[in-house]
């Protein structure tokens, strides 16, 4: 069985021939497509949103899509249509670029509602419909989406329906000095450095495998818990009109377990949620609107959730059941078997 921890390596080193930083970004990548999961990527301008997910598209060896979202983009110049030949005086299918593993869907909030919501059944159903015919996509099948968080002209805020269908929520930072500068160095001695350098160093079976190995990760009852704890708090908190909903809680589990196998364990532990909830949750939060008035963020909220709410294994009475602690893991002691 591949392991999906050699994966992540291969590509991170790949991507590297590239990239300056972004370890962190990489991995949620690679978190995402082992937890077959959608990514929304926001950042200001230059900061290489679109270069890293085609980057990530050449090698993990998966077929790259693009859409520049605009207001006058319609849904069928994603999804596709049907064209009248002459020559056949038939009308044959001309598939859009939905048809593709890694789709970008670059500035997805310049794009009206109506196309917006022509992504709705790719994401969750993996299928799109073209004039009353339904057409399976590629596996796997994967959406990277854009936005910038500073030009808010001529903009449709994604409704919380669409945003729900996000795994995560990635912001790119700018690069410190020392990275802006090694990246400088890097591109003034290769001016056409790009994703055509590089190389595929995953094999679509190989990714098939991963993802299963994914999927057998252990959920302690406690790390469960512990999810629905977190999930629960949203739902209840004084400053969110409305909490995660049942799809965000099995995101979180999923991308907990394709962590976990990511780290060469077969076992998900309090770290590997705590670590992925702000990307999980942040962004399917709806602040109520004295919250909003007050100037409180969704990351403040979460922030405060996430102090309240104790993981399992993280005090005395953790020790007194035989919970082994080890960077955050939990684990029954090999005594009690």
Known sequence: MTDPGTIYDDLREEMRTVLIGNDTIIEQFTVALLANGHVLLEGVPGVAKTTMANLFAQASGLEYGRIQMTPDVLPADVTGTHIYQEQTGEFTLQRGPIFANVVVADEINRASPKTQSALLEAMQERQVTIEGETLSLPEPFMVLATQNPIEMEGTFELPEAQRDRFLFKLTIELPNRDEEEALLDRFDTTPDLGPDAIKQVVEPGELVEARETAANVHIDDRVRDYILDLTSATRTHADIAHGTSPRASLSLLRAAKARAAIAGRDYAIPDDVKVLV????????????????SGVTAEEVLDEIMST?????????AEQEGVVSDGGSMRADESDN
Do not use: I
């Open 309 to 317: 709410v104790q993981p399992p294994g993280s005090g005395a009475e």
């Open 278 to 293: 702000r990307p999980t949750f942040t962004h399917r939060l709806v602040l109520s609107t004295d919250a909003e008035l």
